[in-house]
C-alpha cells in the first residue's frame, strides 16, 4: 500500500488540529497584550497558552496555494464508486463512521450520490435489515457500509437475520489496518486485525483487500458470491489507507474493472430428480412443502404447475410466498399427516416439518413425536445443504431423507414437473383428478373453518388481532398491497385469511428471529415497493419496534412510505410462557410485579405512546386505538395519508395474540 | 397420558369443587394468573392457546386438563392455582356469550 503519502497527509492533519486547539477566537490587538501581561503575572499557567507569533500568522495570513488534489491523483476510493456502480446496486443505507470516511466523502461527491444513494440509519442493525426487507421485494442487493468494529457488532444481528433468510448483502466495513499511521485514540478502539471474523461464521464469504486492484476483483466477487443461490450476505474488510490513497495499479499498470456476470444455481442430479418423479407419481397421497422455493415470482408458477400435475396438497411454510393462498390446493400444516410421499423444498426445518417437539416433558426436557405414518417417502431439495458451517446451528435437527438434492429447488423444479408428467401411470390418472376433487372439498372446509374462528372474539377491546388484519385488508384490498413485515405474531390471520397469491403480497419473517427484525425490514421493502408503485403494509410489533425505533426517522427523511399498523399487547409475548411454565415446573406463582405478566416480560406501566414517537420522527401517526368500532375510520384516514407519500402509523391496542 | 386422562374423566375421579362459582371472580383470575396471554380475554383462542369459549368443556374435564395437561399448556398444580379459582375461571368461560356467525360479518364473508 502506498502508506507515503497517507503520512505525510495524516501529519497535515494532526498540525493543523493542534494549530486549532492553541488558538483562542480572543487573541488580537490590545487584547493579546493584556493576555501576555495576565500570564506574566500569574504563576499558575492556563491550561491553553496564547498563540505565539508564527501560530499567530499561520492564522491570519493567507496560506500557500495548495495543489489542485493534495493526494497527488485521483482518490483510491473513487475508483471504488466506479467499481460499484457497474453492479447496479440502488442503495447505501448506512451509519456514518470515520473508518470509511473516504468512500463515503466519493460516494456522495463523486459518485453523485446516485447508484447508489446513501440512505441515512440511525444504527447497522437498521441498515442491514433495511437491505434484507428491500431484497425481498425487488430481488437486487443493496450494500451496507459500517465502522468495522463497533458499526459491525451493532449490525451483526441483521446480518444473522440475513444469511438465516437466504438472503445476499454486501457488507462492507471500514478498519484501519496501520498501527503507525491511524488515527490514536477512539479510531484505534475502533480499529482490528481482523474484522470480518466478527461475523465469518454467517457470511458466505469475507474478504481484505490490500490494493485497489484487489479491491475491484473482491467487489465483483463478493456480488457474485452473494446473488449465487443460495443466497446469503457477504464481508469486505475495507482500508481506511487504501480508501484515502491516490488511484494507482501495481507498477503503474492501469485499474481495471471486472464484468459481473451471473452464475447459474445448481440443478438437481438427473437420476436422482427422475427417482423423486417415480415416487411422487406412484404416491396414493403425496404432499408438497415450500419454505424458501420461490426465489422469484417464476417460482409460484413453477409450484402451481407441480401441484396441479400431481394434484397434490401443498403446505406454504412462509418463509416466501410459495403458492397462492386461494388455490385449492393450498394446505395447512397439517396435511403431512396422511402423505406417504413428501416433497420437501427449500425447507429450514425439514425434522419439525415431520415431528413435534412438546415442551412439558417429565424432567423439564421436550418430548419428540412423530407428525407422519410410519414409511411416508422423504424427497427434499435444498440449495442450504451446499453452505452448511459448524457454528451457527441454523441447520436445525438432522433428519433422514430418502432422496436428497443439494440444489437449488427453483432451478430444479422444471426439469422435476417434466419428469412427474412423464412418470404418471395411464391408469393412475383418474385417481389423481379424484384426489383434486377431495382437496378442494377440504380446502372449502378449512375456509369456513379459519373464517369463523377469526369471528371469536370479533368485538373485543382491546382489538382482536383477526378483526386487526382484517380491517387492514379492507382499507387497502383496492390497491396493489404488499405485506412488508409482521413482526410478533398474529396468530397467522394475515397468510390464513389474506388472499396472498403473489410473490410480493408476502415477503416472510426474519429467518434467524432476531426481534427488531420487523420495522427496519418494513423501511427496506417499501422503499423498493416505493419505487415499483405499490403500497406496503407493515403489521409492527411494540417490542420489535423499540429497538432501534430510528429508522422510523429514516422512512420520513427519505421519504419512504408505509401503512404501520401496530400489533400493540403491551409485552414481549413468546416469552411469557417460558416463565410461566417453568414456575409451573416449580410449582410456584409466578411474580407479576405488579403488571399483567412475569416480571421482565412486560411493555407497560408505563405505556409507549408509539404514535407520539412516530410524530416526532416526522410520521403522521393516530392512537392508542383500544375498540374495534374506531379502526375502520383511522385507516381510511392513514390509507390516504401514505398515498400522498408521507409514513403513517396506527398505535392499535391489540389482544395478545 | 391423553388415555389416562380419558378413564379418569369416564370414571368421574375428577375434583370438582364444591363452591359457588362466579363469573366476575372467574374474568379475574382469568387475568390474574395469565390465562388471557394465551388463550386471549374473551377465551377466543390463537396460535398460542385453544379457543376456551364459548361452550367450554365441562367442569371436570377442564379441571383434569388443567391440572394435568401433558401439551403444549404445561399443568397449573393447586398451589398456584385454586380449585375455587378454577371453578371461577370456568364460570367465566361459560358466561361468554358465543360469538358472531363470521357469515354475518361483512369483513370475514367477503
Redesign the interface.
Known amino acids: 500500500m502506498a502508506r507515503k503519502d497517507r503520512r505525510r497527509f495524516l501529519t497535515g492533519f494532526v498540525a493543523a488540529s493542534a494549530a486549532s486547539a492553541l488558538t483562542p477566537s480572543m487573541t488580537r490587538g490590545a487584547e493579546e497584550e493584556s493576555a501576555q501581561k495576565e500570564l506574566a503575572q500569574n504563576t499558575r499557567a492556563p491550561s491553553a497558552l496564547p498563540p505565539n507569533a508564527q501560530v499567530a500568522a499561520a492564522e491570519t495570513q493567507t496560506p500557500h496555494e495548495l495543489p489542485p488534489n493534495r493526494i497527488g491523483g485521483p482518490a483510491g476510493s473513487d475508483f471504488m464508486v466506479d467499481v460499484i456502480k457497474t453492479l447496479g446496486i440502488k442503495y447505501c443505507p448506512a451509519n456514518c463512521a470515520s473508518s470509511y470516511r473516504g468512500i463515503h466523502e466519493s460516494l456522495i461527491n463523486y459518485g453523485g450520490n446516485k447508484m447508489p444513494e446513501f440512505l441515512t440509519c440511525m444504527h447497522e442493525e437498521s441498515a442491514v435489515a433495511m437491505g434484507h426487507g428491500y431484497f425481498k421485494v425487488s430481488g437486487k442487493p443493496l450494500m451496507t457500509l459500517c465502522h468495522g468494529t463497533v458499526g459491525l457488532q451493532h449490525a451483526s444481528m441483521a446480518i444473522y437475520n440475513a444469511w438465516c433468510d437466504r438472503v445476499p448483502m454486501i457488507v462492507i466495513g471500514g478498519n484501519d489496518l496501520d498501527a503507525s499511521t491511524r488515527p490514536p485514540s477512539v479510531p484505534t478502539f475502533h480499529s482490528a486485525q481482523d474484522i470480518n471474523a466478527l461475523v465469518r461464521d454467517f457470511t458466505k464469504w469475507d474478504d481484505t483487500p490490500v490494493s485497489l486492484q484487489h479491491f475491484a476483483q473482491s467487489m465483483v466477487r463478493a456480488y457474485k458470491i452473494a446473488m449465487t443461490p443460495p443466497y446469503g450476505p457477504v464481508m469486505i474488510a475495507l482500508d481506511a489507507g487504501l480508501q484515502q490513497e491516490p488511484a494507482k495499479g501495481h507498477g503503474g499498470d492501469k485499474l481495471y474493472i471486472p464484468r459481473y456476470v451471473p452464475t447459474a444455481p445448481p440443478a438437481g442430479d438427473s437420476g436422482a430428480v427422475k427417482e423423486a418423479a417415480k415416487l411422487l407419481a406412484e404416491a396414493q397421497n403425496p404432499v408438497i412443502v415450500a419454505d424458501r422455493l420461490a426465489r422469484t415470482p417464476n417460482g409460484i408458477k413453477l409450484l402451481v404447475q407441480l401441484a396441479e400435475a400431481l394434484q397434490a396438497r401443498v403446505i406454504d411454510q412462509q418463509s416466501r410466498t410459495n403458492f397462492p393462498r386461494t388455490h385449492y390446493l393450498s394446505a395447512p400444516p397439517s396435511a403431512v399427516q396422511g402423505a406417504d410421499v413428501i416433497l420437501g423444498l427449500e425447507l429450514a426445518d425439514f425434522w419439525n416439518t415431520v415431528n413435534s417437539w412438546?415442551?412439558?416433558g417429565e424432567h423439564g426436557v421436550g418430548r419428540n413425536s412423530s407428525r407422519i405414518k410410519q414409511g411416508t417417502k422423504l424427497i427434499s431439495i435444498n440449495a442450504s445443504d451446499l453452505i452448511t458451517k459448524s457454528n451457527y446451528q441454523d441447520f436445525q435437527r438432522f433428519q433422514v431423507i430418502d432422496v436428497q438434492m443439494a440444489a437449488d429447488a427453483e432451478a430444479t423444479l422444471p426439469a422435476l414437473i417434466e419428469a412427474v408428467r412423464s412418470a404418471i401411470p395411464a391408469a393412475r390418472r383418474s385417481a389423481i383428478a379424484q384426489r383434486g376433487e377431495a382437496a378442494k372439498k377440504a380446502h372449502a372446509e378449512d375456509h369456513?373453518r379459519t373464517?369463523?374462528?377469526?369471528?371469536?372474539?370479533?368485538d373485543?377491546s382491546?382489538i382482536?388481532?383477526a378483526?386487526l388484519c382484517?380491517?387492514t385488508?379492507?382499507a387497502v384490498k383496492a390497491l396493489d398491497w404488499s405485506i412488508v413485515s409482521q413482526s410478533g405474531?398474529v396468530?397467522?390471520w394475515l397468510t390464513r385469511?389474506w388472499p396472498i397469491e403473489q410473490h410480493h403480497h408476502w415477503l416472510g419473517r426474519s429467518g434467524g428471529y432476531g426481534v427488531g427484525y420487523g420495522a427496519p425490514a418494513s423501511v427496506g421493502a417499501a422503499l423498493a415497493n416505493r419505487d415499483a408503485g405499490r403500497f406496503s403494509v407493515n403489521i409492527q410489533a411494540d417490542g420489535d419496534l423499540m429497538y432501534a425505533p430510528g429508522v422510523l426517522w429514516t422512512a420520513a427523511k427519505h421519504k419512504i412510505p408505509q401503512l404501520a399498523v401496530m400489533h400493540n399487547n403491551r409485552?414481549y409475548?413468546q416469552e411469557?410462557?417460558h416463565v410461566?411454565?417453568l414456575?409451573?415446573?416449580r410449582?410456584?406463582?409466578?411474580n407479576?410485579g405488579g403488571d399483567?405478566?412475569?416480571v421482565g416480560t412486560r411493555i407497560e406501566n408505563p405505556d409507549i405512546e408509539y404514535h407520539k414517537l412516530a410524530e416526532s420522527m416526522g410520521w403522521w401517526a393516530r392512537g392508542p386505538i383500544k375498540e374495534a368500532s374506531q379502526l375502520a375510520a383511522a385507516l381510511r384516514e392513514a390509507v390516504k395519508v401514505v398515498q400522498s407519500g408521507t409514513p403513517a402509523l396506527l398505535n392499535v391496542w391489540t389482544?395478545?395474540? | 397420558m391423553r388415555f389416562l386422562l380419558s378413564v379418569l374423566l369416564l370414571l368421574g375421579l375428577a375434583t370438582t369443587p364444591a363452591l359457588a362459582a362466579d363469573a366476575a371472580k372467574g374474568k379475574a383470575a382469568f387475568m390474574k394468573n395469565g390465562c388471557w396471554q394465551c388463550h386471549g380475554e374473551v377465551g377466543q383462542g390463537g396460535a398460542a392457546g385453544k379457543t376456551l369459549a364459548p361452550k367450554p368443556m365441562p367442569l371436570e374435564a377442564f379441571n383434569v386438563f388443567v391440572r394435568n395437561s401433558n401439551g403444549q399448556m404445561p399443568p397449573y398444580p393447586k398451589e398456584i392455582l385454586s380449585d375455587a379459582d378454577l371453578a371461577d375461571i370456568h364460570a367465566y368461560l361459560q358466561s361468554i356469550p358465543a360469538g358472531k356467525d363470521y357469515k354475518g360479518i361483512p369483513l370475514l364473508s367477503q
Not at chain 1, 451 to 458: S, V
Not at chain 1, 587 to 590: G, I
Open positions: 412438546t415442551d412439558n369456513a373464517r369463523q374462528a377469526a369471528a371469536l372474539g370479533w373485543a382491546p382482536s388481532t378483526r382484517m380491517e385488508y379492507n405474531n396468530s397467522n385469511l409485552g409475548h411469557v410462557m410461566q411454565r414456575a409451573n415446573f410449582s410456584r406463582a409466578s407479576y399483567l405478566g412475569p389482544q395478545p395474540r
